[in-house]
């Protein structure tokens, strides 16, 4: 395993405590207004702090993964 791979490892798990952290100490309920949806949802979403927060940081976990990873085509190296 490689030095970067292990270093990215530390900072995601760095990054799902920091989470973890902010879960615990926000048990109580909260309104979350996101305003796109404003024009469907005419209710707030209340649910709690840290189930938000979780839900935010997977959006972010995905969104980053899906550009990480796009599917873009490899050039050959007789080709340019």
């Not at 970067?4 to 798990?13: H, R």
């Not at 760095?14 to 100490?25: E, K």
């Not at 927060?53 to 550009?67: C, D, S």
């Amino acid at each position: 395993m490689s030095f970067k791979a292990v270093l990215k490892t530390i900072w995601f798990l760095a990054l799902l405590f920091v989470m973890l952290y902010v879960g615990l100490n926000n048990p109580d309920p909260i309104n979350f207004h996101f305003p796109i949806a404003g024009t469907t949802a005419k209710e707030p979403l209340r649910a709690s702090a840290a189930l938000i927060f979780f839900g935010m940081f997977a959006t972010g976990v995905f969104a980053g993964m899906a550009l990480h990873t796009g599917g873009g085509s490899k050039r050959k190296a007789g080709k340019e």
